[in-house]
């Protein structure tokens, strides 16, 4: 069973290690940048939208557990924005641990996260994933998500 916990400020710094450099890595594949130049936007874009951490007023920041006898196994993290007026969440991040991966857990979070949020009268979710990410399409896909728009971009310096 996956349960969802509220991130600790201790365990912050490790979200954030993982997520700019994930980012940062994203951007670069996606908009062409220098790996430099790719982490010094990853890291601006997360300080402003994550100004006060995991204390972000608007903002959820979540571990993900599997609960396993004897003991609970922290496997990935999820972040997120509710949109009370509008029904809907944005999930801003979804990450299952490497170990943790090819075992299933990410379609099993997305269901209990469906679970969790239909019981908040959430009606939708919302995200946005890169391109040449085809694990987590193929997820998200497998889950029932479907494709409302393609995300462009061109460089027009030199």
């Not at 991130?7 to 979200?15: D, K, R, S």
């Not at 994550?50 to 196994?73: K, M, Y």
């Not at 029904?87 to 641990?97: L, M, P, R």
């Not at 090819?102 to 959430?122: I, S, V």
Request: aromatic share 12%; glycine share 8%; proline share 3%.
């Amino acid at each position: 069973m996956i349960a969802f916990r509220s991130m600790t400020e201790e365990e912050y710094p490790a979200f954030l290690e993982y997520f700019i450099s994930d980012y940062a890595n994203e951007i670069q594949s996606n908009y062409r940048l220098s790996p430099a130049e790719s982490l010094v936007r990853a890291t601006n874009e997360i300080s402003g939208t994550l100004a006060a951490g995991v204390n972000t007023p608007g903002q959820v920041l979540l571990c993900l557990v599997e609960r396993s006898n004897p003991t609970d196994r922290h496997i990935g993290y999820l972040w997120y924005k509710p949109d009370t007026t509008m029904g809907s969440v944005f999930i801003y991040d979804f990450h299952i641990f490497n170990s943790c991966q090819g075992m299933g857990l990410g379609k099993q979070t997305l269901r209990a996260f469906e679970e969790h949020l239909r019981e908040k009268d959430f009606k939708e979710i919302r995200l946005r994933v890169a391109g040449d990410n085809a694990r987590a399409r193929h997820i998200y896909e497998s889950s029932g998500f479907g494709v409302t728009g393609v995300n462009m971009s061109k460089v027009i310096t030199d």
